[in-house]
């Protein structure tokens, strides 16, 4: 799965970013539905199947397992 980041403070009237993940098969379709409605979109990094990290090319590396428990703990911590 390629990690994408879509800039959407260039086509809405917002300041905001999103993460998006995208499958492989996918791809061109992805990128070719940011460049029609002119969504500045940049590859962040992948995931894959075979892989326990998310891995953000030139940046850092980061276990997938850290990741989801600070998902899924961040809500019933913070209101518990």
């Known amino acids: 799965t390629e990690i994408y ?8 009237p917002i300041c905001s970013r999103v993460l998006v993940s995208v499958p492989r098969e ?3 379709g992805f990128t070719s539905l940011c460049a029609t409605n002119e969504v500045p979109c940049h590859r962040l990094g992948v995931t894959d199947v075979l892989s326990t990290d ?3 090319e030139g ?11 600070a998902w899924t703990s961040t809500l019933p911590v913070r209101f518990s």
């Open 5 to 12: 980041t879509l800039s959407l403070h260039d086509a809405l």
């Open 26 to 28: 996918h791809l061109d």
């Open 54 to 56: 998310l891995v953000i």
């Open 59 to 69: 940046q850092f590396s980061i276990p997938m397992r850290e990741l989801r428990a």
